[in-house]
């Protein structure tokens, strides 16, 4: 089926679709009934300006045979499809490509069987981390596509503990409640039309049906219990603002004093038995400026975009609580780590971030342009999921001997928290799809320790 839509869309022209195919799960390398695979027939066919970048369009997602058998690959084989952005103003029907191809990749995708652990116990626990980013939580889905498709198994069976923020919190509180992540890029590129239309900030009313619509209106948090799974929120009905976790069991007891002396008093927590999946999910991803609070609670990446650390925290505790209760049986050490990110931009240039008060007329714009780029450099510096946060969760790892892995692809471009256009968010998912081809040896490693017992 893909040979023969690659052939008509490279005749029409059409390398968008070709890559949005190959983004939805078409398999480079399946052939035909002769043995042919879609890029040996791609470069047989191609005769026309666009053979060369179709050929490296499909050799940076590992298509071996992209020339005939008379040729040579190219021996510096670049990724420079990646820099060559699909026209979002194309009218080549995007939305509805989406939909077939997202049924394709279903279709096309093949599995292999791993053995696994009948009871499901295993020596040592798993966390799988996942950083907030807005509608960039499909580059999150397409990771873990690739995970899965290597394990032959769903994400849920593979970790015991799974810890989200924003975006990042909503699809591991889905993939808690057993939703399949294919399910869920569909779910996610039909989301962001009904969610972020309109004006920022956007009506929370859309955000919360969507929400209510996925979840169940009455679902609890302890309604699903394996794996367990925290979500980070900030409670913002006190000053310093609080991280706030949202879980799926009894929060365990740290016997620590708390962190800030209280000279007011606060309306206590409900635990997680009361706890409304929706509301967790809508909590986590109550973004300043794009969503109204969901009550006393902020985007949990106001505090911890990038949740690894607060969740070891919390199995430590966690842990420490189990003993102390007298249950050390049930206590398994943490033996690995999975840090997914929703990609990182390109850096650029910034011409000041002085901000002072000017003298003269002339002086104005520059204070202006001084204060908007600091203003954006302190939140791009509070929320920042990678660099000094992805350092220090290797080095605890390191030290405490936990196997560690950071999995985040560098983007093209900067993609907004609330980009609604599809051609963009596919290009997105294709510089991800280089990433996952570049790193393949790395997440099979991942997944072999994931599988071990």
């Known amino acids: 089926m893909f040979l023969c839509a690659s052939i008509f869309f490279l005749q029409k022209d059409h390398l968008e679709l070709i890559k949005a195919l190959i983004v939805f799960g078409a398999n480079v390398e399946q052939p035909n009934d002769f043995g042919e695979t879609p890029g040996l027939l791609a470069a047989r066919s191609s005769k026309g300006s666009n053979r060369k970048v179709l050929l490296d369009m499909l050799y940076n997602v590992g298509a071996q045979r992209c020339f005939p058998p008379d040729t040579q690959l190219p021996s510096g084989a670049s990724c420079s499809i990646a820099a060559q952005p699909m026209d979002a103003s194309s009218g080549i029907g995007f939305q509805d490509m989406i939909y077939v191809s997202t049924a394709l990749g279903s279709i096309l995708a093949s599995r292999d069987t791993v053995d696994f652990m009948e009871d499901g116990l295993r020596v040592h626990n798993r966390l799988l981390c996942l950083d907030g980013g807005g509608i960039r939580g499909?580059?999150?889905?397409?990771?873990?596509?690739?995970?899965?498709?290597?394990?032959g198994r769903p994400i849920r069976e593979l970790f015991d503990w799974v810890s989200g923020t924003s975006t990042g919190g909503i699809l591991a509180l889905a993939i808690v409640h057993g939703k399949s992540m294919e399910y869920l890029r569909c779910l996610y590129f039909r989301m962001k039309n009904e969610v972020f239309c309109g004006t920022r900030p956007y009506e929370s009313a859309p955000l919360e049906e969507f929400l209510k619509k996925e979840f169940g209106e009455q679902t609890k948090m302890t309604d699903v219990t394996h794996p367990k799974v925290m979500v980070t929120?900030?409670?913002?009905?006190?000053?310093?603002?609080?991280?706030?976790?949202?879980?799926?069991?009894?929060?365990?007891?740290?016997?620590?004093?708390?962190?800030?002396?209280?000279?007011?008093?606060?309306?206590p927590v409900t635990m997680p038995e009361e706890q409304l999946v929706w509301r967790a999910a809508r909590s986590s991803g109550a973004a300043p400026t794009y969503f109204r609070p969901m009550g006393r609670f902020l985007d949990g990446g106001l505090l911890s975009n990038n949740p690894t650390l607060d969740a070891m925290a919390e199995i430590h505790d966690y842990n420490k609580c189990m003993k102390r209760q007298g249950h050390g049986e049930q206590v398994r050490k943490l033996g690995m780590v999975v840090s997914l990110g929703t990609g990182k931009p390109p850096q650029i240039q910034v011409s000041s971030v002085d901000v002072f008060r000017p003298s003269n007329p002339w002086e104005i714009m520059?204070?202006?342009?001084?204060?908007?780029?600091?203003?954006?450099?302190?939140?791009?510096?509070?929320?920042?999921?990678?660099?000094?946060?992805?350092?220090?969760?290797?080095?605890?790892?390191?030290m405490i001997d936990v196997h560690y892995f950071r999995l985040s692809p560098h983007l093209q471009t900067d993609v907004m928290l609330d980009e609604v256009s599809d051609a963009v968010l596919v290009n997105m998912l294709w510089d991800t799809q280089i990433y996952i081809y570049q790193q393949r040896e790395e997440i099979q490693k991942l997944v072999r320790l994931l599988l071990e017992p």
Not at 233 to 256: C, K, W
Not at 370 to 394: H, I, W
Request: charged share 25%; hydrophobic share 40%; aromatic share 6%.
């Open 366 to 398: 520059k204070t202006v342009v001084g204060a908007r780029e600091l203003g954006k450099m302190v939140v791009d510096c509070c929320t920042d999921s990678d660099g000094p946060a992805v350092n220090r969760a290797r080095a605890w790892c390191e």
């Open 233 to 267: 929120s900030a409670m913002s009905d006190r000053h310093p603002a609080e991280l706030h976790l949202f879980r799926n069991y009894v929060p365990p007891e740290t016997g620590r004093d708390p962190t800030f002396k209280s000279v007011a008093s606060f309306r």
């Open 138 to 151: 499909l580059v999150l889905i397409q990771l873990l596509i690739a995970i899965e498709k290597i394990a």
